[in-house]
């Protein structure tokens, strides 16, 4: 059975800003207003015969939303950015963020920012393909302690209506 939750109707939303280093137009920082789509496939089981409970799947992506609304979403692993005061063996989310400020540069272009109004990720770029990767990652690691018996997940990160990326994740065939 498919499961699915619209992310405008349950208002699983951020704004953020990102930038796409070398894109021509995305290259600039610039914001969206995000919505979070999810289809799952599994099989019904447990007390209730749900596939999964529609509360553990919003309450999760909600925790991500609210992580990364009206924050700079910074991508550390673009060989475009260069941290100060970081080599790249030294950078992680971690040392990040217990700095006060960041600063970086994309070639000519520096950038000082406090790092609270930042949200570091793991990430090459920050395209709604890679959030939508990280979305669902973060959404299976939750789900999986849980739930055994999902097929897949799948999540859409949509840049507005009517442009997103999707990514599924098979757990099992």
């Known amino acids: 059975m498919i499961i699915t939750v619209n992310g405008i109707n349950a ?14 137009s995305c290259g600039f920082i610039h914001g969206h207003s995000y919505f979070v789509d999810i289809e799952i496939e599994g099989d019904r089981s447990g007390e209730f015969d749900f596939v999964v409970d529609f509360k553990d799947i919003k309450s999760s992506v909600n925790e991500i939303c609210n992580e990364l609304d009206h924050k700079l979403i910074i991508p550390i692993f673009h060989e475009m950015i260069s941290f100060k005061d970081f080599d790249e063996n ?21 950038y000082t920012i406090p790092t609270n109004d930042c949200k570091f990720l793991p990430l090459k770029y920050s395209s709604a393909e890679e959030l939508s990767k990280y979305f669902t990652e973060n959404l299976v690691e939750y789900l999986e302690k849980k739930y055994n018996n999902l097929n897949y997940v799948s999540v859409g990160v949509n840049e507005g209506i009517g442009q997103g990326a999707i990514f599924k994740k098979i757990l099992r065939d």
């Open 11 to 24: 208002n699983l939303r951020f704004s953020s800003a990102h930038f796409i280093p070398g894109h021509d």
């Open 90 to 110: 030294s950078i992680s989310v971690e040392n990040l963020e217990k700095r006060n400020s960041v600063s970086f540069k994309i070639g000519e272009k520096g």
